[in-house]
């Protein structure tokens, strides 16, 4: 018979957790392992609340097995270190993100791309190498090999700090691996939510002119004024999509609405990438003619490799990069999770796990 969560491990723990595809979450008593000689345990200080977090608790991609302790930008304190651990010791501020594990074999994984592995373990809601099931970061303790481990500089916000390890790195991998990174380059930036307002602040700390491109003009005060784009685009305006036809050198695409691509391969340059990075359930109408005249590229991608993580997250740090934030308590998830649904937020909702989640 498979062991109850609170007695799977030995060291208890206690998070929030859903039960069944109402997607509604509660208090839940677990276990986690033991710290390994290669693990990291640390207390959770905050959890960033991601859309794929919603999409989990209420397996609408059918994956899901109860109960799930949702989380996976999850960033703490640590409290112990295994023997062999050689980049934390107890205290250092750090997170974890999507993935917890990979095989460290695999042609992705030689290549700093653990998030491609076939074999990679995701933070919560699957099998770990021992068996047991994975919990994420609404939860007071987490524990985790150190290869999937980020150091937290010091003088970046931990609250503000914890959705980079998903929403941050989801944006800041493509624009390096398709070369959107370089002075002057102009990046248009569809869908404001979590993923598009980081990818602005990315973008504009690397010294690319940003466009946003958006369904509706609500949002260009906010994306000019606070954000820092330097321009705004409304898609629906068919006179202002004609005037900024091939001006674009890349687009990082965010929606996860189904949507029509060709506008916005007309706003590419010659040799222009138009990345996704939001994924629409259903498939996506792709005209193959205007990609051929100007050589322009489709290509996706999906958060990021380990080195690249830190390396984002110490680029964030340097340039006071943090995402756009609403601190919650713990017992405020279900209302924030509604919220969430409606796109109700700018731009994350923040757990703030060490002072609101309480002990039953
Ligand atoms: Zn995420
Ligand atoms: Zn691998």
Known sequence: MAM????????????WAARDSSGHLSPFKFSRRATGEKDVTFKVLYCGICHSDLHNVKNEWGITS??????????????????????????????VGCMVGSCHSCANCKEDL???C??????????YYDGTTTYGGYSDIMISDEHFVIKIPNNLPLDGG??????????????KYYGLDKVGMHLG?????????????????MGLKVTVISTSPNKKKEAMDHLGADAFLVSRNTEEMELAVGTMDGIIDTVSAVHALLPLIGLLKTNGKLVMVGAPEKPLELLAFPLLMGRKMVGGSGIGGMKETQEMIDFAAKHNIVADI?????????????????????YRF????????KPF
């Open 162 to 175: 914890a959705p980079l390890l998903c929403a941050g790195i989801t944006v800041y991998s493509p624009l």
């Open 4 to 15: 109850s969560p609170e007695d799977e491990n030995p060291v208890k723990a206690f998070g």
């Open 114 to 116: 653990e998030n491609y």
């Open 66 to 95: 109860y109960p799930i302790v949702p989380g996976h930008e999850i960033v703490g304190v640590v409290t112990e270190v295994g023997t062999k651990v050689t980049k934390f010791k107890v205290g250092d501020k750090v997170g």
């Open 326 to 346: 609403e601190v919650i308590p713990m017992d405020y998830v279900n209302t924030a999770m509604e919220r969430l649904l409606k796109a109700d937020v700018k």
């Open 350 to 357: 923040v757990i703030d796990i060490a002072n609101s989640l």
């Open 189 to 205: 930036v569809v869908g404001l939510g979590g993923l598009g307002h980081m990818a602005v602040k990315f973008a504009k700390a």
């Open 118 to 127: 076939p074999e990679m373990i995701l933070t919560y809601g699957v099998k």
